[in-house]
């Protein structure tokens, strides 16, 4: 029969084994914000999923890094994960959530990033100077 304080050692032994040798699995889970910015190692407008932490994944580097160089079309912009992605596209990114986790790669900073807006306007409309222009567009 196990002692109180056997159980109690037992348990911590658990509890070490999970936050030592698994750091990053208490943070894995299903993607859940998509994000855009500024790539600060070079400069391209790229999009990732921002983590439980505030991290951020960068996804299509992630991709290439862990599947041989390759690129995917779901990862290059936000309407591309959306439109050509879809569920393939949030299953994928997923699994490279728990692939980053499993190799340890490096996550950003909201801090080292310059966040933009989801997807670029394709037209601006001066709806208040011109209100004509805005109600025939």
Do not use: W
Not at 67 to 84: A, H, K, Q, V, W
Not at 85 to 103: M, P, V
Not at 129 to 134: D, L, M, N, P
Request: a neutral charge; aromatic letters at 8%; glycine letters at 6%.
């Amino acid at each position: 029969m196990m002692t109180r304080r056997a159980r109690i050692l037992n348990f911590l032994i658990v509890v070490c084994i999970i936050f030592c040798f698994a750091p990053g699995q208490a943070f894995t889970g299903n993607v859940k914000v998509l994000c855009r910015f500024i790539d600060p190692l070079n400069g391209e407008k790229v999009i990732g999923t921002v983590l439980d932490d505030n991290r951020i994944l960068p996804l299509q580097a992630t991709h290439v890094e862990l599947r041989d160089g390759r690129l995917s079309p779901y990862f290059e912009t936000i309407s591309d994960f959306f439109i050509n992605g879809g569920n393939d596209a949030k299953a994928l990114a997923n699994q490279l959530i728990s692939e980053a986790f499993e190799k340890r790669l490096p996550l950003l900073k909201p801090e080292d990033v310059k966040l933009l807006a989801p997807v670029d306007p394709v037209k601006f409309i001066a709806g208040s100077i011109f209100e004509g222009h805005a109600t025939q567009s």
